[in-house]
Each structure stands twice: as C-alpha cells, then as structure tokens.
C-alpha cells in the first residue's frame, strides 16, 4: 500500500486559514486520497476526498498536485471546534477489503 | 439517523476475563469495520466484514472473534482478556464503493487490569 507522510503537528490562529500538507510520492493511478479528521475522544470523521481534481465540500477544499504526489486540504477559516488530529489517507480502487489504513496524522491546535 | 452506534462506552476487564462489544448501525451499510487505537497510534484493523455471514481477519485480529449474522450488528468478542487488548476500539460501516466514505461509532475505552 502507497504510505502517506504528514507533519506531526500543525499551529493555527482563529478564523485564519489552514494548509495541511500530505506527502504521497508512490500513490498509484487507482488511488483515492481521503482526508478524516478525529476530535478528542470521538471517532474518526470523514471530511473530503479526491482522485484528481480539486475539490471543495462544506468543511474543506482538497487540492491534489498535478503529478498526484502531493496534496493540502484547506480549512478556510478555522474554529476551535476544527482542533483534531487530521489524517491523509489513500484508498485504492477496487480493494477488497475497504478498510483504511491510518498513520499517525496531523495534530491541528487552534488558538483563539 | 444514530449512524454507528458502540455499547458500553467504557469498560474495565480483568486478566482473562471475556466480553463482548456491541456495533449496530442503521444506514444499511454493506461493509462493516472494527479497529483498535492505541494512544498517540492511528487506527488498526481488527476483523472487516462485507455482508452478512461473511467476516474476514484484518491486521490485529489474534486475541478476537467477530460474527455477522444481520446487516446491522457487527459484534466483537474478546475471549481472555490481556493487557495488550487495552485499547480505543471503534467500529464504522460503509457502502461498498471506494469512493464512500466510512462511519465511525464514537468508540469503546477498554481497560484490562
């Protein structure tokens, strides 16, 4: 499966924008990136997913590379309620199984 | 909708003892998931399921046993209880197609002393 790299961690002002980069140097042409996000103590949560394109939904925006290996998903104007850990994530087209395979993500702080 | 729905939200075991936790979800999901996360971890794959009396092992399945008898309940069983099993468990469910994305329940704290 192709990996994906994130930074640890990631500083942020109130209703300013984030950028949140993904590293993903050997994805294949059948592979989707998703983006989830995962608030303290709560499940993961799916926020955006592209395969080409840039794309742009209620939460985020996602912007893909033009060779594919790189990707920012971008919160526009973050809130506090936007402090989680935000993981990238490729999911190939066509797999069996479905599952995702989580690293350890970006840990996003947001201060007022 | 409830969406994913895990029973009990926090539980604490002793050394080989058994339990089992609860997943049921109510948006006619095909696919079915149970993961574990240990702390500062990402998520793991414990045992998947893609319909009804079919499941399949994931990455971390040793130590559990999973069944599907109805498309809505997707239980996981933890027979003698380890140390090791303690653990963040979450379940999520999803319609087959890559492209959709998964649910997740609010998860399971499980502590074995």
């Known amino acids: 499966d192709a990996k994906t790299t994130q930074p640890n961690s990631m500083e942020s002002n109130e209703e300013e924008p984030v950028h949140l980069p993904c590293n993903h140097s050997t994805i294949s042409g059948t592979d989707y990136i998703h983006w989830y996000r995962q608030l303290p103590s709560q499940g993961p949560e799916y926020v955006i997913h592209?395969?080409?394109s840039n794309v742009n939904n209620r939460m985020a925006s996602l912007a893909i590379a033009e060779d594919r290996k790189s990707s920012t998903l971008i919160l526009h104007r973050a809130t506090l309620r936007d402090a989680a850990v935000y993981y990238c994530?490729?999911?190939?087209?066509?797999?069996?199984?479905?599952?995702?395979?989580f690293g350890k993500g970006t840990k996003l702080s947001v201060k007022p | 909708n409830a969406g994913v729905t895990q029973t009990p939200k926090f539980r604490i075991l002793k050394i080989g003892q058994s339990m089992t936790l609860q997943c049921t979800q109510d948006?006619?999901?095909?696919?079915m998931y149970w993961y574990r996360q240990d702390p500062g971890m990402g998520l793991k794959l414990i045992y998947y399921s893609v319909g009804a009396g079919i499941t399949d092992k994931g990455e971390v399945p040793n130590g559990y046993n999973v069944s599907r008898s109805t498309t809505e309940d997707f239980p996981l069983r933890l027979e003698l209880a380890a140390p090791s099993q303690t653990s963040v468990y979450f379940c999520a469910s999803s319609y087959p197609q890559d492209n959709q994305p998964q649910h997740f329940g609010d998860g399971t704290r499980l502590s074995i002393l």
């Open positions: 948006m006619n999901h095909n696919y």
């Open positions: 592209g395969l080409t």
């Open positions: 994530i490729l999911r190939k087209y066509g797999g069996s199984q479905g599952n995702l395979i």
